[in-house]
């Protein structure tokens, strides 16, 4: 084997499992296709990881992860896992550039944002239309934005918006918000930010750029426009275990079934972070699972490594 364990995915559940597994001396390698970090990283401000009285930056935080997970001896490789193979004997990691065998493998994939799904979405996408607060809101400096979604996400980054933003409406379907009554404490009293209420974008317009969304209201079925610079979008997560094929159990909406111990379907891997199946996704809770996805991989490995020294 060439590993004893691999770790797919670099956000704060892989590079928990990762400081701990390298701290355990255990041969460790973590892949991850972009820089490591996962969606924390495009997060601006983490005001609920403890231990930062007032809050911290994503990028430094997840940065910092990464150092402490590398001063143990974790290796990262930047490629994509592609295909988990189940050997006789372990596991092989199918990547994009290369294949990684490991007695142990911790899926710490993540999730994607999900798409809206509506005309003008793919077109007007790096031209007004963006999935990254933190990435993108700079260039909307006092433009008019919208913001499609009611739950952590786009309350939270609605707000970091309003940094650059004259105003932020937010348009959601429902006329509650999903999102954690301390952020929708600030979002109502920040007044750069305006809800709308029971509406649905139907479609993004512009030629070139972002010219504007066309609304309808899902109660009464008026159709009315609204002219804006940018459109951000944030109507929930898709998880990233299409690779896995079967391989681990998963549910209706492909989030991987793993035990308390974070033990999937299948021996010998296990899953943590925003990919498992569960109620709260947040970083904290990530880091909590990557570190027993980690404890059970150390013990499988070990009692492995131990019978066949026999
Ligand atoms: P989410 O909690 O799934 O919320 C998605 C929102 O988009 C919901 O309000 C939903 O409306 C709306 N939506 C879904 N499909 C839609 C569609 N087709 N058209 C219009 N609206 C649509 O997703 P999220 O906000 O991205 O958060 C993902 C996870 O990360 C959550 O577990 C969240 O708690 C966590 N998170 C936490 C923080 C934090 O703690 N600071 C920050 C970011 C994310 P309905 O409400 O009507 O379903």
Redo the contacts with the bound molecule.
């Keep these: 084997m060439d590993y004893d364990v691999v770790i797919v995915g670099g956000g704060p559940g892989g590079l928990t499992a990762g400081l701990y597994t390298a701290r355990g001396a255990l041969k460790t390698l973590l892949l991850e296709k972009l820089l490591p970090g996962g969606?924390a990283a495009t997060?601006h401000w983490?005001?609920?990881y403890p231990g930062f009285q007032e809050g911290v930056s994503g990028p430094q935080l997840m940065m910092a992860m990464k150092d402490q997970a590398m001063r143990f001896g974790l290796e990262i490789e930047t490629d994509e896992a592609v295909d988990l193979e189940i050997l006789k004997d372990g596991f092989s990691v199918v990547g994009q550039a290369g294949t990684y065998s490991a007695h142990a493998v911790i899926i710490a994939s993540g999730?994607t944002?999900?798409k809206?799904?509506v005309p003008g979405e793919e077109k007007l996408r790096g031209k007004g239309v963006s999935y990254c607060a933190t990435c993108d809101g700079a260039f909307f400096r006092d433009e008019e934005l919208v913001v499609?979604?009611?739950?952590?996400?786009?309350?939270?980054?609605g707000i970091f918006l309003t940094k650059f933003a004259r105003k932020v409406h937010v348009?959601?379907?429902?006329n509650?918000?999903?999102?954690?009554k301390a952020?929708q404490e600030r979002a109502f009293q920040n007044d750069r930010m305006d809800f709308i209420w029971d509406t649905?974008?139907e479609e993004i317009t512009g030629e070139q750029f972002v010219e504007g969304v066309r609304l309808k209201n899902v109660k009464t079925g008026e159709i009315s426009e609204r002219p804006c610079k940018g459109v951000f979008i944030?109507?929930?997560?898709i998880p990233n275990s299409q690779f896995l094929k079967g391989k681990v159990e998963v549910n209706e909406k492909g989030y991987i079934i793993t035990d308390n111990d974070m033990a999937t379907s299948q021996k010998g891997v296990y899953a943590c972070g925003?990919v498992r199946k569960k109620?709260?996704?947040?970083?904290v809770t990530a880091c909590g699972e990557g570190a027993a996805a980690a404890f059970s991989a150390q013990q499988f490995v070990e009692e492995k490594k131990g019978i066949a020294y026999k």
Excluded: F
């Design positions: 969606q997060t983490i005001d609920n999730a944002v999900a809206l799904g499609i979604g009611g739950g952590d996400a786009a309350v939270e980054e348009v959601h379907r429902r509650r918000l999903r999102a954690a952020i649905v974008v944030y109507v929930g997560n925003d109620a709260l996704r947040q970083v």
